[in-house]
């Protein structure tokens, strides 16, 4: 960890003191707002970094202060860099860095529109957000901002959109209400017959203040709300708080519960996938793959319950482990009377590579498009592999009963001694 902040430290030039190591795996450095473009550069052509995040926190109770924080990733040191500046209240504004790096432009967007920092240099500060009947003020992450507040709309501008031009070039008009349980969102295709043009769109038409809304919950309560954000992404969000909560009261989860949660996460994104490959093929009226796929992925889900007793992997997240273990029986180790989870495991590896080859890869065959059959294959043999190591199969009988995949005890010791019960 030393050689990774001596490498930060000197790419940045930063003395020692401004960077730190407050666990493995993360780094934290402070600079001041006008430095930030400087920094992002540096980040960038020293050291190959990707950003991940962009968040503000309001900071004036115990700081005086807000404070802007950017999530980069260091592949090469393997680690994240958090690099945090201080905002004056009294003058609200930063330095911008979407210009040069469009991934921050929705973020420091959003940081206007929900803590009225601007970013200075932004070459489309409009709100993101907010809908333009929005007033001017209402901060809704400050602190100060109650979460029971009833928001007056004002008359607002009409959302500009692109005008129709040229000899048969139409608008189709898409939402925001669809027809299915997704959120809406407004889509503007501009078409020449089949070939479209450019697509225009509108999102954040719902705000169910659920950040807001973690601020009041009690710490045990809020994995509850984490997983109910949205339902196709139960363990991702859970998971998420769960590590937020571990990090600040010093939890470590068992080894067992580790490797759980990558086969609950592996399982999430390859159902999604599936109902994703489906959707495109649906798109283009592709209507066999599409039945496929949802075939599949209800083979998926069902697959999912008899392993973890949930459809959508919903409840299966806790904070210091997991709440489920996998049982030998129902993979089919010990096969009583019922035929066991593994073999559907193996039929659902070939039915999702015969998917990608008919619906991705066929359309556009080319050199390298075995290679990708070939990844995704072996992913989800890992995930099967992986299943069978934790039931104590293929030489692994170390992970069998005798190891946890929960540490209540010391998560809930490691809470009593922060001192924030709640």
């Not at 950017?70 to 860095?97: E, K, N």
């Not at 075995?370 to 995704?376: D, F, M």
């Amino acid at each position: 960890m030393n050689a990774t902040i001596e490498a930060v430290r000197e790419t940045l030039g930063l003395p020692a003191s401004a960077i730190s190591a407050p666990r493995p795996g993360e780094l934290r450095a402070h600079v001041e707002p006008g430095a930030l473009p400087d920094v992002a550069d540096r980040l960038v052509a020293g050291l190959g970094a990707r950003l991940a995040s962009l968040f503000a926190t309001d900071e004036r109770v115990w700081n005086a202060v807000y404070a802007l924080h950017q999530i980069w990733l260091l592949p090469r040191q393997r680690t994240f860099l958090r690099v945090t500046s201080r905002v004056d209240p009294a003058h609200p504004r930063f330095m911008s860095i979407a210009a040069k790096h469009p991934s921050a432009n929705w973020f420091e967007r959003e940081v206007v529109d929900t803590f009225g920092l601007v970013p200075v240099g932004h070459p489309n500060p409009t709100p993101v957000s907010l809908h333009d009947d929005w007033p001017a003020g209402e901060w809704t992450l400050r602190k100060d901002f109650p979460d029971d507040r009833q928001v007056t709309r004002v008359p607002g501008s009409f959302h500009p959109f692109r005008p129709v031009t040229g000899e048969g070039v139409f608008h189709v008009p898409v939402g925001p209400v669809h027809a299915g349980i997704i959120e809406p969102g407004h889509f503007r295709f501009g078409v020449a017959g089949e070939p479209v043009l450019y697509l225009q769109l509108r999102l954040f038409y719902v705000h169910k203040g659920t950040e807001k809304r973690f601020e009041r919950l009690p710490w045990r309560h809020g994995i509850f709300l984490a997983e109910s954000i949205s339902g196709d992404t139960a363990v991702g969000h859970a998971l998420a708080f769960a590590h937020a909560i571990e990090r600040l009261i010093g939890c470590e989860p068992p080894p067992r519960a580790r490797y759980l949660r990558v086969v609950l996460l592996e399982l999430e994104r390859i159902y999604n996938h599936v109902s994703d490959i489906g959707a495109i093929a649906t798109d283009v009226a592709f209507s066999v793959p599409a039945a496929h796929a949802q075939l599949l992925r209800e083979r998926l889900v069902s697959l999912q319950e008899r392993l973890f007793g949930s459809r959508l992997l919903r409840g299966t997240v806790a904070i210091g482990g997991v709440k489920t273990d996998l049982s030998a029986a129902v993979w089919g180790r010990e096969g009583q009377g019922e035929r066991g989870v593994e073999p559907d495991v193996r039929a659902t590896e070939l039915s999702i590579v015969r998917l990608q080859v008919g619906v991705v890869i066929a359309p556009r065959l080319g050199v390298g498009d075995s290679v990708v059959i070939e990844v995704e294959r072996q992913r989800v043999d890992r995930i099967r592999h992986s299943i069978s190591v934790l039931v104590g199969r293929r030489g692994a009988r170390d992970w069998g009963k005798a190891v946890p995949f929960w540490h209540p005890r010391p998560c809930e010791e490691s809470a009593a001694h922060t001192g924030k019960e709640e």
